[in-house]
């Protein structure tokens, strides 16, 4: 007895801290993805784009389809970016557009991360015939050109506005994340801990969404940030292809009709040329968010990233 | 003999400033040419951190922050990343645990040997080949597997291998960090004895790092014991044995006894045979009596019958023979009884415990848990088998879910088998916690995996195997990945748990040891066939079969070879 109780106390005993709540942890996560000088870049260009979009009402000059001006009028005092075709404010249209660029880009993600998450994980668990039958849809969605889809299903659709494109962006984008986080689940349910979970009589689906699932945070995180820039692109690129609702006022169809009415012809690139680079800079900095993601799980880049 | 290597006042951190961890503290030696030193330590006792800064091989985020590293004419611990490539040849060298996966997959072994003919140029290019089979004949390889690719050879070869890469530079200073502790049992004696003969062919001095101080002791010379990055004790491997100074030595030294002796002690363990002569239990316990209300649900026990069963694999490749796991194998455990399952990996151990608990089906032979038939159990009724026969792992790290709660992990088996909700629940998780002997309850409770030590994570894996109250507990190898001087605690957990609940124990193991331990009876397997079987300490003393006479050889043995 007394042997026992000596390596009992040999045991280094660590000095215990409380087991960290939800809040630590989401802090912690932010801290870590802020301390990337990549990602820190990447979190400013969008937190400006989301206050833009929060605060358009306020900023823009004038209404976003307040179409009183002189039509295709160069910059001035009173129209920085000048006017459209249409005899509207260009920068009004540039800040009211990136409102619905962030929506559908954060909801289409949203949702197809979500559905990435249910197909992949529950494929990635399940063997056998059902594992088959989802590789067979998950391989259809991925073989399939993902333009032409789009451009398909769009036109089906037409004249559904923002809810039909998301509902394309969704069927079109879902199935690489779902590719992805099988792989990772694969690899996750040969571990211990999940042999040791069915040991404790849990079911599958609680295995799957409470054992494997919170291990594979940062990779759905980062599916997320993924997701989120290729619907802004394919927001963008159906819209500028006249396949929305063409009366709304966004990026995309700021593109359509700048085209529509030669914009580069008559020397107005302002009209082509601003809502093109605010695309490319949400997008960009969706994508350097997603390089400080990356080190939440893996502690190495987070080691490199500091020296 | 003259001074090869100087370290003095040598200090190895990890991180910085107030987070900082002092891994290595103040640690002075020297070795001698030709010697072969012992490094032995516990996990986090800096005997690697050491091994590491020895070779300039530290990474961030550890670093030197004193004392220096004199070999030959120069202070490794301040050269630079040029010329510690340059000294390298001639210098110091090092092999690693995971040596033997250190090898690209991709390139065979000859490119290997070439690759560092080429960094370096100490060999003309038309002795390439002939220097390579060289190599690889010192350490015991025919020369053929130079045409190999990793992935065709074992584990011991690859090790073996990754040894000939070191010696191809001529090193005057090998450091060896658990260079077979990744091995097989009856391959780890042989690569050992291969190091040891060739450090006395080529008058290499050798620094071999080991958690084990019974394989020390039986290779090197000169042993140092390390103890929270500190020196403890450096002296002959005869002193060491037979007159140790340190009490962390005699602590280590303790763990260690012949399998074969007649009475088997271990630190909390008296022998086996005579415990029952005397009819007491074995010590004043380390586990409370089961709670009466959890145990009365129990009236009959069971007992596991396994008759004739077989488990086949279907052929790895096309045209490869099937893989025969397990052939043939009865046994039955009786309620309340201990039995060993022994053998070298690849013996089938693991996989008789997959089928006993149905995550494998076997390919023919029945089992028989009571009257349920687990051998054609439906996966909707897991549930049923596993409230009665539970596994402990053998890895405490990979077998808790790293982002949950040690009540969390506790709680779950508890609301499903019991049927217990919320503070009755929570009191039941806290009396296993106790069980266990992790006490303060509340704090451990609140702990998650990674704030525990290996021991400390191993007793919560237990707690979850009791949380159903089962019958049968299945222990895969569940001390072999703790530190020796963890190891008695929990095996005297188990000891206890058997005893005081009445548990019946499938131990399965490669230690011998321990299995002399805990056990009643042993099942010795050799490629899925039972060879030999029957009372622990008999058939250990008295080992009739070949194979077992070799993993009996094959245990370090400290006392023997230094005598």
Redesign the interface.
Known sequence: ?S??T???M???Q?P?????TPFKVVARVAATIWSNGKARIGIIILGAFILIAIFAPLIAPYGAAENGFPRSTDASPEHWLGTTAAGEDVLSQLLWGSQISIFVGLVAGLLSTVIAVLVGLSWGYVRGFGADVINFIVNLFLVIPGLPLMIVIAAYLSGGGIGMIIVVVVITGWAWGARVLRSQTQSLRS???V????????RPFRIVFR?IL??MTSLIVGNFFGAATAAILAEAGLEYLGLGDTTIVSWGTMLFWAQNSNALLTGQWALLFAPGLCIALLATSLTLINFGVDGISNPRLR?GAK? | MTTLLEVLDLSVDYGYGADATHAVRNVSFSLEHGEFVGLVGESGSGKSTLGFALTGLSKPPAHIVGGRIQFGSSDIASLGDADLREQRHGGIAMVLQSGMNALNPVRSIRNHFFDIFKAHGHVSRERWSSRAEELVSKVELPTQVLDRFPGELSGGMRQRVSIALALSLEPKLMVFDEPTTALDVLVQHAVMNTIIELQQKEQFTAILISHDLGIVLESAQRVMVMHEGEIVEDGSAHDILNSPKDDYTRMLLSHYADPRADVVELPGFEDRSVRTAAGKPRAAGATHPPTVSSRSRRTDQKAMVVTNVSKVYPPPRRGESPVTAVDDVSFTLEPGEALALVGASGSGKSTIAKLITAVEKPTSGSIRFGDMDVAGLRRSRFRQLHSDVQMVFQDPYAALNPLHTVEYTLTRPVVNFTGLHGQDARRRVLDLLDTVGLSPVEEFAAKLPHQLSGGQRQRVVIARALASNPQMIIADEPVSMLDVSLRAGVLALLEDLREQWGVSLLYITHDLLSARVVTDNIMVLNQGRVVESGNTADVLRNPQDEYTVRLLDAIPNPGRDVA
């Open positions: 007895m042997t026992h000596a390596t009992n040999k045991a280094p660590a215990i801290g409380a087991a960290p571990r211990d801990f042999t040791a979970a069915v040991f404790s009589g849990e054992e919170p291990n080691e020296k």
